[in-house]
């Protein structure tokens, strides 16, 4: 959402900083200078945290992705927030002099450069990823080296500021300062706009949300630069236009670093239970399906001295088997939703000799719970399929329509619906009481169409969501990160898009159907 918008965002946050900044330049009478010390230092303190929580959690990222452009952007974000710190503390331990003004102007404009610079740097990985942390304590040592340079020439080095100048005096706009201080704000701004230009291209190109609330806060930051250069305040007890600008700015990085933390920690509890998933799934493999098969090969010794036996080897047969569909439907869900899908559909066939035929969307995708769900119910209507239906052929359907449709047909032997449903099985175990649950635990809606000799139709219907973060309004309960409008896939995942991907075609229940669900009511489209 947020990058598709992105330019669009940029040109009115623009526009309306520059028509504040006009009207406040024309009209005298909009006055709102505050004179406040402390609410200075309180300003540049919070930025200066601000700007360090942004560069911590991108040296999270530099340590996975290696990447030159992070590291850049850490350092000049790193910069910036000890410009801001000094600019707070200086006045405190050296009194109100030149050195307050140009150490923190030069250590601005050198961060300003590093970030204009990160914003267009190809992200290509760092020969030796290890070394980024001795890059970056040696680049801030050597920035430091520079301002200390700076310090012991700024006695020399005039600043023409007016410190008790109101920027709000009568004569504003009042362009305040030496020649070189002000060569200094207009070079902080023409840096600033093109980062937020490069920061803009480039988070449309990486599909990167956070790189996006970067450019608007620089665009912000821009604005208040000029406003600075226009409006003289940061160099004074007075809060103005660019000192609002700059709260703003920081304010929007934050809301970005927040939505990254909230991303991260989404990603990392997806990691987590899919890792113990898998640790499910080796075990019930290492354990309980050894354990079965054992059992099998035993019972069908014992059924050759005892045809008495036999219906324990079929029920230790039937165990195992289940056994193995769990643990395919647990190892699924690391693939996307339609190579999961296909993987756990072909397993399952594979082994009972059915013929399988595969039309599933790719771009269909889904959050873990209801990826979880949705594959439970393909692990199930397949299982019955083949084990009661005596199917010789099963079809399998993934679309995205008004939500996530899946469809399970089979030309087997079928049922009576209404009889399963009501608990009154002829086969025992037919498991429609949990595909119902697991569809009413998301929301959606179940269609069994089946009778007897007419093989089953399986339908689920998952309505549309929008999700936290994502780009736009999604035609399928997606919540995982996609670059540039599609779903991500993994490598070597079967490409299954050049299959019908049309909308599954449903209607209203009649003899031999059985809807249930969450909401009963809803169409299928």
């Not at 204009?116 to 990985?125: D, E, H, K």
Request: aromatic share 4%; with cysteine; glycine share 8%.
């Amino acid at each position: 959402m947020l990058l598709k918008r992105l330019p669009s965002l940029q040109i009115l946050v623009l526009a309306t900083g520059l028509m504040g900044t006009a009207l406040i330049a024309a009209l005298p009478s909009l006055d709102f200078a505050y004179r406040n010390g402390d609410l200075h230092v309180a300003i540049e303190t919070a930025a200066s945290a601000v700007a360090l929580l942004v560069a911590f959690l991108l040296y999270g990222r530099l340590r996975q992705t290696g990447s030159r452009s992070d590291l850049a952007l850490i350092f000049g974000l790193v910069l910036i927030s000890l410009s801001n710190l000094g600019r707070a503390l200086l006045p405190a331990f050296n009194g109100e002099n030149d050195s307050v003004v140009w150490v923190p102007l030069t250590t601005r404009l050198v961060g300003a450069a590093l970030l204009a610079w990160a914003s267009f740097v190809s992200p290509i990985p760092l020969r030796k990823p290890s070394r980024a942390p001795l890059y970056l304590v040696a680049g801030v040592l050597g920035a430091l080296a520079v301002v200390g340079v700076v310090w012991a020439l700024s006695g020399g080095l005039p600043t023409g500021i007016r410190p008790r100048l109101s920027p709000a005096a009568s004569d504003r706009p009042s362009i305040d300062g030496s020649l070189g201080l002000l060569t200094g704000q207009v070079a902080m701004i023409a840096l600033m706009a093109v980062a937020a230009v490069g920061f803009t291209l480039r988070a449309r190109r990486s599909a990167d949300e956070f790189l996006g609330w970067i450019a608007i806060a620089l665009t912000l930051a821009t604005v208040a630069r000029l406003n600075y250069t226009l409006f003289p305040s940061i160099y004074g007890e007075w809060v103005f236009t660019g000192d609002v600008a700059r709260i703003a700015a920081y304010l929007v990085i934050l809301v970005g670093a927040l939505r990254q933390i909230a991303r991260f920690q989404g990603a990392a509890t997806r990691a987590a239970v899919l890792e113990e998933r898998n640790r499910v799934a080796r075990e019930l493999h290492d354990g309980l399906a050894q354990d079965l098969a054992y059992i099998s090969l035993q019972s069908q010794r014992l059924a050759r001295r005892d045809p008495a036996s036999a219906a324990v080897t079929a029920a230790a047969d039937q165990a195992m088997s289940r056994s193995r569909d769990a643990i395919l439907a647990l190892r699924a869900t690391d693939d996307p939703l339609s190579a999961a899908v296909a993987s756990l559909a072909r397993g399952l066939t594979e082994r009972a000799k059915v013929r399988l035929d595969l039309e599933l969307d790719e771009h269909a995708d889904a959050c873990l719970e209801v990826r979880a769900n949705v594959l439970g119910i393909v692990s199930e209507a397949i299982s019955n399929a083949v084990r009661h239906g005596d199917a010789q052929s099963i079809r399998v359907r993934l679309a995205n329509g008004r939500g996530l449709q899946l469809s399970i047909a089979d030309d087997g032997t079928g049922f009576d619906p209404r009889r399963e449903a009501n608990g009154v099985s002829d086969r025992g175990g037919f498991g429609l009481v949990g595909m119902r649950e697991r569809a009413e635990r998301l929301g959606g809606s179940l269609l069994v169409q089946s009778r007897p000799g007419r093989g089953t139709e399986v339908q689920v219907l998952v309505r549309e969501q929008r999700h936290p973060g994502s780009r736009k309004h999604s035609r399928s309960p997606a919540c995982g990160e996609r670059a540039n409008g599609r779903a991500k896939t993994t490598p070597g995942a079967p490409n299954l898009s050049s299959r019908a991907r049309k909308p599954l075609a449903t209607q209203a229940p009649r003899s031999g159907q059985f809807r249930i669900g969450a909401d009963d009511s809803s169409e299928w489209s």
